[in-house]
Every structure is written in C-alpha cells, then in structure tokens.
C-alpha cells in the first residue's frame, strides 16, 4: 500500500520554463513533508519542506504547495535550469504512532533541457 | 564535519553470506534511519531508530537487523544475503521529528 505517490515518472521541461512536479498522499495523519533532490550515485538531499499549518513555502527558485483537502503536494522550480536534473522524491511524516518515519514516493526524473 | 558517512561504497556478495554496512554520523541526531532504494520503487524505509538502545522496523524490515549502541552509529546487518537484496542502501539521520534528514552517500550491493 504506497502512502506517497507520485505518479508520474518523468517529466521534461526547457531551460527557463516552469517545472511542477506532483506527489499524492493517503494518511490523513501526514503533517510534515519535504521534498528531495537526488543526482546519480550520491545521497538524496534536502531540498524544502512544509509543514500541515501552512499552504506554501518558498525558498529561492523551489515553492512547495500544500493542498490538505486534495491530499496534494507540489513542487515549482522558476526558472528551471539544466542543474536541476535530478529524481526529485517526496516524503511525508505521520502526528501520533509512527512520528519517527519518513515515507518516500517513487520519484520522478527531471530532464531540464538546454 | 563529515555529516553522515557509509561504508562500504560498494558491495559483492555470495548468496548466504552475511554482512554488515557501517553507518556513522557526527552531527549529534538522534534519528537514523536505513534506506534502500530500487528500480521504480523509490526509496524504501527498512529500520530506524529514535535514540540509542531504540530501534524499530520500517515498511520492509525482513533479512536485515540494527542495533544502536551509540547516538554515531547504526550498522545494517544482512543475515543471509539474498540475490532480492541487491539494491542501493542509504542511511540518513536527522536531529528531531519534523526536520531535514541529511543521507550519506550510499552503498551499491550486488548479491550474486
């Protein structure tokens, strides 16, 4: 049973376009959530998170949007750039019993076109 | 500050073989985690632990056991090596519930 999803596989996008990448959770009991970037043959790494009390979080070029009724999360990355190829992985935190995890999706790669 | 480190890089194991990949980090968190990581499968959680003397399983536990004697380390143990655990494994800490966790760079393990 995938807690975290994220449906789409792949996704291309030119250089200085808008990349929006997609994650759909089922536990309403998730309040916290990141997101992470991973290149080929090294560890993920962090990129944003968000917190259930909020909607939106931004930090520079990455906005993370939090739609609890849809059960929805999303990343933008303006403008994107040919260094933001990578897997990008969701992740989601539970309030209550199982607090310590963190469950990922699936991933999706992000071909950034030059 | 060298944050989370794994060893092996690399891995080749028999089938029935046991073994143990390291895990240290040296920011001082108290949770860590053991990761791996297939084809579609995204990044799959196998144990973690909230502090030392406290371990727990994660969504696919079976093959592996942790133990945690210090707040630095947390080694993975494989008890009898099977071709399904090949895969790529990652350790990650992180210094409470809701915040980043930081992951080494990875152990490629190949179980022929």
């Known amino acids: 049973d995938q807690q975290v999803k994220q449906n789409s596989p792949s996704l291309s996008v030119q250089e200085g376009r808008i990349s929006i990448l997609n994650c759909d959770y089922t536990n309403s009991m998730f309040d916290y959530f990141l997101w992470y970037k991973k290149y080929p043959a090294e560890g993920p790494t962090f990129l944003i998170s968000i917190s259930s009390i909020k909607d939106k979080n931004e930090d520079g070029r990455f906005t993370v949007f939090l739609n609890k009724s849809a059960k929805h999360l999303s990343l933008h990355i303006v403008p994107s750039q040919p260094g933001d190829s990578a897997v990008y992985f969701c992740a989601a935190s539970a309030r209550g019993s199982g607090t310590y995890k963190y469950i990922f999706g699936t991933g999706t790669r992000l071909k950034v076109l030059a | 500050n060298a944050g989370v480190t794994q060893t092996p890089k690399f891995q080749v194991l028999k089938t029935g073989q046991s073994m143990t990949l390291q895990c240290a980090q040296d920011?001082?968190?108290?949770?860590m985690s053991w990761y791996r990581q297939d084809p579609g499968m995204g990044l799959r959680l196998i144990h973690y632990?909230?502090?030392?003397?406290?371990?727990d399983q994660g969504e696919v536990p079976n093959g592996y056991n942790v133990s945690r004697s210090t707040t630095e380390d947390f080694p993975l143990r494989l008890l009898s090596a099977a071709p399904s655990q090949t895969s790529v494994y990652f350790c990650?800490?992180?210094?409470?519930?809701?915040?980043?966790?930081?992951f080494g760079q990875g152990t490629r393990l190949t179980v022929v």
């Open positions: 632990s909230v502090g030392a003397g406290i371990t």
């Open positions: 920011m001082n968190h108290e949770y």
């Open positions: 990650a800490s992180r210094v409470g519930r809701a915040t980043e966790a930081f």
